[in-house]
């Protein structure tokens, strides 16, 4: 579903309507109705209890990320996968359902017009409160050369989608507003991206969400076993 008008907000030419960000890489705004958007915060609330809690990751240099994550189907830590959160409490990460799956092929139909046989078996959800950012960054982890698909909930933000090359230039800044859809494949699978800033206040209180941000990324990991 796309449709949703387009305007300005006096930070971006704001082009709601769907668009190819870069090759592969696609933005498809207002793509969740508010009732699925209210059904995914009902979720998400109920993964982020556990059995492994939502939490701050801990990075390797004793860095702590902004964001809250919590995993489904594989855990990641940096950087790896596992079945288990050795870095939280070592709790078994909770299932990957398969009706988040089909909705992940909804979403390729929507952005590619196929779904390319696409099974993902992990989610990350992560938490922003108004303060949160995430870096540039690539999603390499995954075994796997599928396409990741991004679903936001709550706040905008402002997404910064790159280059496979490095951190830095050229990038576009593209504004995600709650309900959109974002997939990046093909050529734009391994390109760094993240997230400079959240736009607190932004959200609409119908989604469930009374502040910050959420969102959901499907991913195949290409894994199999217990972990790796
Ligand atoms: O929050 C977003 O839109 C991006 C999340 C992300 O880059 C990630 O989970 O790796």
């Known amino acids: 579903m796309t449709g949703a008008a387009s305007g300005d907000d006096g930070l971006f030419a704001v082009e709601r309507e769907r668009t190819e960000i870069a090759p592969g890489a696609v933005h498809v705004p207002g793509w969740l109705s508010v009732e699925r958007q209210r059904e995914l915060v009902a979720a998400c609330r109920e993964w982020a209890r556990g059995p492994v809690p939502m939490r701050h990751t801990v990075?390797?240099?004793?860095?702590?990320?902004?964001?809250?994550?919590?995993?489904?189907?594989?855990?990641?830590?940096?950087?790896?996968?596992?079945?288990?959160?050795?870095?939280v409490n070592g709790a078994p990460v909770a299932p990957f359902p398969d009706w988040l799956a089909d909705l992940g092929r909804e979403a390729l139909v929507a952005a590619y017009g196929r779904t390319g046989g696409y099974a993902p078996d992990t989610a990350l959800i992560n938490f922003y409160d108004g303060?949160?950012?995430?870096?540039?960054?690539?999603?390499?982890?995954?075994?796997?050369?599928?396409?990741?698909?991004?679903?936001?909930?709550?706040?905008?933000?402002?997404f910064r989608f790159g280059n496979t090359g490095s951190r830095g230039?050229?990038?576009?800044?593209?504004?995600?507003?709650?309900?959109?859809?974002?997939?990046?494949?093909?050529?734009?699978?391994?390109?760094?991206?993240?997230?400079?800033?959240?736009?607190?206040?932004?959200?609409?209180?119908?989604?469930?969400?009374?502040?910050?941000?959420?969102?959901?990324?499907?991913?195949?990991?290409?894994?199999?076993?217990?972990?790796?």
């Open 131 to 158: 303060a949160a950012r995430m870096g540039m960054h690539q999603d390499k982890e995954e075994r796997s050369g599928a396409p990741v698909v991004s679903l936001s909930i709550g706040d905008s933000c402002v």
């Open 169 to 228: 230039r050229p990038y576009r800044d593209v504004e995600l507003v709650s309900g959109d859809l974002f997939v990046f494949g093909g050529p734009s699978r391994f390109a760094y991206h993240g997230v400079p800033r959240i736009l607190p206040g932004t959200a609409d209180p119908a989604v469930g969400l009374e502040s910050g941000r959420l969102n959901i990324t499907l991913r195949e990991t290409g894994l199999s076993g217990s972990s790796r």
């Open 59 to 87: 990075l390797p240099g004793g860095g702590v990320m902004s964001v809250r994550t919590v995993c489904l189907g594989w855990h990641w830590q940096p950087y790896r996968y596992a079945r288990t959160a050795g870095d």
